[in-house]
Every structure is written in structure tokens, then in C-alpha cells.
């Protein structure tokens, strides 16, 4: 699990539990509950779960408290504590429809083989106005068979992610992947939450058919790295397939040019270069991805001063706008971003981490033999796909010193990349 953003507030343990422990009418202005609780996922101790059953077990109604609640199902889910599953347990019939949500999935990462629990999970299937969708990621998650009927009523749902869950659900409990391709579908779905909840149901159903399609999904490239990723681990060590199989569906996500994917939307009309450049802020990235295709094919010469302008001015403060720019800077082998991109390849803010990804393959873009020390120093770093990016940049600049350094990377993917540049 990637926890760089868990420890984002300065609190000891002690001190967040006695803020959860305040009665909700008792908390003072600068302390805040929820934030308390969301910090405990840090201390994996028996005082934090204890808290955090506490807290669960206090029933104030009011809305804050109402989201406590729910985020120490949440919590205690992450921490996956056994015990707490007897106070978890009478959530499940509560009216508030997230507190139900938060428990079932709580419960499935906790795990249970208890039949009674399980059977009041699929209940809820036949309760108005629940998430199908976690309920039903839930049970077969935990292999429950007697479940199928029940799943297998949503597979017609007018509700893609339920849809999705419910086909994928039923591929795991019976291993009949027939209807998977109504999922693969979905990635081309136009509602951009439809095509990540279909890639995370590709995953758990293992279809490894549907990588190619993963990395032409427009999506986040986190989204399409991890299914990827998780489809490759699995295909590998099921002796499916093997890492040349997998590298170039992994090489051209990484770099994530928009000509290699299949974008879902288009232009009316030729678009001006205020317009799109205000699409590069869009929290679509299928509107991202589409405005920065017609950057590259239409505006060439005008589109790289003003990116650098709006970089200035918002982009570097806007994680999802500094990912394009930065690549944008890249195709568009802007010179005078240089110092710009550097920046950013050593950027170590946790919500600017895909831009170092960016900025590395933009430094490859350009060409300027002057990044490789910098390239370098990113191959120490943690991030797999930081290394691997980097990799791509130092083949792209003809300078492979330093690759030996992670031949025996802990990642197999970092470390097969650099063997093979090697041999």
C-alpha cells in the first residue's frame, strides 16, 4: 500500500486519541476529530484500536460525528484488527447508507469466513439505496460462493460500476470470464469514474487481455500503471506471459503521449489556445489528454510560451495541470523550460510525485545531455516508475552510466528494464 500521504499531520499517537476521545461538543476550534482519526492508520497499536471502537460506538447524530464514524470503519479497516469485527458487525444495519458502505468494506479487508456475516452482507444487495458496488466487491473478494445469485442479478444494472463489479465478481467466484469484455469496454466509457472503476475490475478478475486496452485508456496514468502492474505480477507468475511480453504496454504508459491513446471525446471545431490550455485543468483527464493532442498538432509554435505563462501562474500550484505542462514541455522540446522540468524531476511533494515521472521523460524529450546527472540521482529514488522513467530518458540520451546500479533493483520491473539495456 503507498502510504506517503497517511503522515500528513503532526500529531503523536497520544494526541490524536485524546482529540478522537472529546466528546464531539467538546472539541476545541484548532483540533478536529476527523483529522484524528484518519492519523491513527499510522499506529498499528491495541490503544489506537481500542480508540477506534470508542469512537465507533459513540452515536452522537450530528453530522461531524457522523463522519468519524464512518472513518474509523475505514481506519480500523486499513489496520485490519480482527476484534473489532463484533463492533463493526451492527453497522451493517444502519441507516446511514456510508456507515453501511465503510462496514462492508471494513469487513472485507479485515476478512471473514463467518457465514451468518457474510449472509447479512448479501442482504443488502436486496436493500434500496445501498453501494451495490462495494457490497458486491466485498463478497467475492472474500470467495463467497452462496453470493452468485445475488451478483449475478446486477450484471444488467443501469449503473456501469455496479455493472462492472457484478461481472468481474462473477469471473472470480466461478472463473468464467465470458462476459469480461463488456467490462474492457468501459474503459472507453465517456464518464471518466466509469473507466477507472472498470480498470480496478479488470484487476480483480485478472483478465490479462485487457492490458493493451489498460494502456490506451484515458485515464491518469497512475490508474492505468496499476492495473497493469498488478495484471503483469499475475500473468508473470502464472507463466502467462513474460516482461518483453508486458514492456511496451508499461513503456508507452509511461510515456503517455496522447496519440497512444484512445481518447473518448473530441473538438467541435479547432479549438483556441486560451480554450485548451483551460482544458489542461480539467479533473477528466480524457479532456486533458484530448486538449494537450491538439496543443501538439495544432499550436506548436504559440502553445510553449504560453504554457510556461500559465505555469507561472497556476500550473505549479495545480497537480493535475503541472502533469501535462511538464510532459507538454517535453513533446513540445521547449529549450527554455529547461530549468522549469529540472525542478520538477526533483520535486518531492507527494501530490507532484507523477510530475517527476513527467519530467524525467520530458528531459529525455529534449535532449539536453545535461540532465543525466539529474536523471541519475532519481535512479536512488523509491518510486518504481521515477526509476523506470528515468531508464527511458537515459536510453533516449544514449547515456546508460549508472544503469548498473539497478540491475538488482528491489522492483522486477526496474531491474528488468536495466538488465536489458545492459545486455
Given at each position: 500500500?503507498?502510504?506517503?500521504?497517511?503522515?500528513?499531520?503532526?500529531?503523536?499517537?497520544?494526541?490524536?486519541?485524546?482529540i478522537?476521545?472529546?466528546?464531539?461538543?467538546?472539541?476545541?476550534?484548532?483540533?478536529?476529530?476527523?483529522?484524528?482519526?484518519?492519523?491513527?492508520?499510522?499506529f498499528?497499536?491495541?490503544?489506537?484500536?481500542?480508540?477506534?471502537?470508542?469512537?465507533?460506538?459513540?452515536?452522537?447524530?450530528?453530522?461531524?460525528?457522523?463522519?468519524?464514524?464512518r472513518?474509523?470503519?475505514?481506519?480500523?479497516?486499513?489496520?485490519?484488527?480482527?476484534?473489532?469485527?463484533?463492533?463493526?458487525?451492527?453497522?451493517?444495519?444502519?441507516?446511514?447508507?456510508?456507515?453501511?458502505e465503510?462496514a462492508v468494506?471494513?469487513?472485507?479487508?479485515?476478512?471473514t469466513?463467518?457465514?451468518?456475516?457474510?449472509?447479512?452482507?448479501t442482504?443488502?444487495?436486496?436493500?434500496?439505496?445501498?453501494?451495490?458496488?462495494?457490497?458486491?466487491?466485498?463478497?467475492?473478494?472474500?470467495?463467497?460462493?452462496p453470493?452468485?445469485?445475488?451478483?449475478?442479478?446486477?450484471?444488467?444494472?443501469?449503473?456501469?460500476?455496479?455493472?462492472?463489479?457484478?461481472?468481474?465478481?462473477?469471473?472470480?467466484?466461478?472463473?468464467?470470464?465470458?462476459?469480461?469484455?463488456?467490462?474492457?469496454?468501459?474503459l472507453?466509457?465517456?464518464?471518466?469514474?466509469?473507466?477507472?472503476?472498470?480498470?480496478?475490475?479488470?484487476?480483480?478478475?485478472?483478465?490479462?487481455?485487457?492490458?493493451s486496452?489498460?494502456?490506451?485508456?484515458?485515464?491518469?496514468?497512475?490508474?492505468?500503471?496499476?492495473?497493469?502492474?498488478?495484471?503483469?505480477?499475475?500473468?508473470?507468475?502464472?507463466?502467462?506471459?513474460?516482461?518483453?511480453?508486458?514492456?511496451?504496454?508499461?513503456?508507452r504508459?509511461?510515456?503517455d503521449?496522447?496519440?497512444?491513446?484512445?481518447?473518448?471525446?473530441?473538438?467541435?471545431?479547432?479549438?483556441?489556445?486560451?480554450?485548451?490550455?483551460?482544458?489542461?485543468?480539467?479533473?477528466?483527464?480524457?479532456?486533458?489528454?484530448?486538449?494537450?493532442?491538439?496543443?501538439?498538432?495544432?499550436?506548436?509554435?504559440?502553445?510553449?510560451?504560453?504554457?510556461?505563462?500559465?505555469?507561472?501562474?497556476?500550473?505549479?500550484?495545480?497537480?493535475?495541470?503541472h502533469?501535462?505542462?511538464?510532459?507538454?514541455?517535453?513533446?513540445?522540446?521547449?529549450?527554455?523550460?529547461?530549468?522549469?522540468?529540472?525542478?520538477?524531476?526533483?520535486?518531492?511533494?507527494?501530490?507532484?510525485?507523477?510530475?517527476?515521472?513527467?519530467?524525467?521523460?520530458?528531459?529525455?524529450?529534449?535532449?539536453?545531455?545535461?540532465?543525466?546527472?539529474?536523471?541519475?540521482?532519481?535512479?536512488d529514488?523509491?518510486?518504481?516508475?521515477?526509476?523506470?522513467?528515468?531508464?527511458?530518458?537515459?536510453q533516449?540520451?544514449?547515456?546508460?552510466?549508472?544503469v548498473?546500479?539497478?540491475?538488482?533493483d528491489?522492483d522486477?520491473?526496474?531491474?528488468?528494464?536495466?538488465?536489458?539495456?545492459?545486455?
Open positions: 500500500m503507498d502510504k506517503r500521504f497517511f503522515k500528513l499531520f503532526d500529531l503523536t499517537e497520544e494526541q490524536a486519541i485524546a478522537l476521545d472529546t466528546p464531539p461538543d467538546q472539541v476545541s476550534e484548532n483540533d478536529s476529530r476527523y483529522i484524528a482519526v484518519s492519523h491513527l492508520v499510522n498499528p497499536t491495541e490503544q489506537t484500536t481500542q480508540a477506534l471502537i470508542r469512537a465507533l460506538q459513540q452515536t452522537d447524530p450530528s453530522l461531524d460525528n457522523r463522519i468519524v464514524r472513518k474509523s470503519l475505514e481506519t480500523l479497516g486499513r489496520l485490519r484488527e480482527s476484534q473489532a469485527l463484533p463492533f463493526i458487525r451492527p453497522c451493517l444495519a444502519e441507516q446511514d447508507k456510508f456507515t453501511v465503510n468494506w471494513a469487513i472485507g479487508e479485515i476478512g469466513e463467518d457465514a451468518e456475516l457474510l449472509d447479512e452482507i442482504a443488502l444487495l436486496a436493500t434500496p439505496r445501498q453501494n451495490y458496488r462495494v457490497i458486491i466487491q466485498t463478497l467475492a473478494k472474500l470467495g463467497y460462493q453470493a452468485l445469485d445475488a451478483i449475478r442479478s446486477f450484471v444488467d444494472y443501469p449503473e456501469p460500476p455496479v455493472m462492472s463489479a457484478a461481472i468481474a465478481s462473477i469471473a472470480r467466484l466461478t472463473g468464467d470470464s465470458a462476459q469480461m469484455d463488456q467490462v474492457t469496454v468501459l472507453q466509457h465517456p464518464n471518466v469514474m466509469a473507466r477507472r472503476l472498470a480498470i480496478q475490475d479488470l484487476m480483480d478478475a485478472r483478465y490479462y487481455d485487457a492490458i486496452a489498460i494502456a490506451q485508456c484515458p485515464v491518469s496514468l497512475v490508474f492505468r500503471l496499476r492495473g497493469i502492474r498488478c495484471l503483469a505480477e499475475a500473468g508473470i507468475a502464472a507463466g502467462r506471459f513474460s516482461f518483453a511480453d508486458i514492456q511496451p504496454d508499461v513503456e504508459t509511461l510515456r503521449h496522447p496519440t497512444d491513446l484512445h481518447l473518448v471525446s473530441t473538438y467541435d471545431r479547432p479549438s483556441e489556445l486560451p480554450f485548451l490550455i483551460h482544458d489542461l485543468y480539467d479533473t477528466d483527464f480524457g479532456r486533458c489528454y484530448l486538449a494537450s493532442k491538439a496543443l501538439i498538432q495544432d499550436h506548436a509554435q504559440a502553445a510553449p510560451e504560453s504554457l510556461l505563462a500559465t505555469y507561472h501562474e497556476e500550473a505549479c500550484t495545480d497537480y493535475g495541470a502533469f501535462h505542462v511538464i510532459k507538454l514541455f517535453g513533446w513540445l522540446q521547449y529549450a527554455p523550460a529547461y530549468d522549469v522540468i529540472i525542478e520538477a524531476l526533483h520535486n518531492h511533494q507527494p501530490q507532484f510525485q507523477k510530475s517527476r515521472t513527467a519530467a524525467a521523460i520530458a528531459l529525455g524529450e529534449l535532449g539536453d545531455h545535461r540532465a543525466v546527472s539529474d536523471l541519475q540521482v532519481c535512479l529514488s523509491p518510486i518504481w516508475d521515477l526509476k523506470y522513467a528515468t531508464l527511458m530518458a537515459l533516449k540520451l544514449g547515456d546508460l552510466s549508472g548498473e546500479q539497478v540491475v538488482d528491489q522486477w520491473l526496474v531491474s528488468a528494464k536495466a538488465t536489458q539495456l545492459l545486455s
